[in-house]
């Protein structure tokens, strides 16, 4: 199994800028990609962005490209996101989550998820 940690969340001003965190521990070697996907009240799951464990792969949703980069430190095996710009349409809960065989935008296509971080953007 694999656990994963989500940090960083926060209070925003519309404009600012976060960086989420999420930290993998139990069984990485099996991880073939990381994705973030956020969920606001009321909405479905949204895809954010996904990469491969590698990194030689990165794909991001339109709404949050150039706003948003993803990068990841396989020596502490975390995963950051970097968000500038925000919008208040970003507000949401944050989850990171993995993969072991897709590298795919459907949440349906990860395995493992974390508990989320809430991120919330004022006007």
């Known amino acids: 199994q694999v656990q994963l940690l989500e940090s960083g969340g926060g209070l925003v001003q519309a404009g600012g800028s976060l960086r989420l965190s999420c930290a993998a521990s139990?069984?990485?070697?099996?991880?073939?990609?990381m994705g973030w996907f956020r969920q606001a009240p009321g909405k479905e799951r949204e895809f954010v962005v996904v990469?491969?464990?590698?990194?030689?792969?990165?794909f991001y949703a339109d709404s949050v490209r150039g706003r948003f980069t993803i990068s990841r430190d396989n020596a502490k095996n975390t995963v950051y996101l970097a968000m500038n710009r925000l919008k208040p349409d970003d507000t949401a809960i944050y989850y990171c989550?993995?993969?072991?065989?897709?590298?795919?935008?459907?949440?349906?296509?990860?395995?493992?998820w974390g508990q989320g971080t809430q991120v919330t953007v004022s006007s």
């Open positions: 989550a993995s993969a072991s065989r897709y590298f795919r935008a459907t949440p349906e296509s990860y395995e493992y």
């Open positions: 990469t491969t464990w590698s990194g030689d792969r990165t």
């Open positions: 139990g069984r990485t070697s099996s991880i073939y990609a």
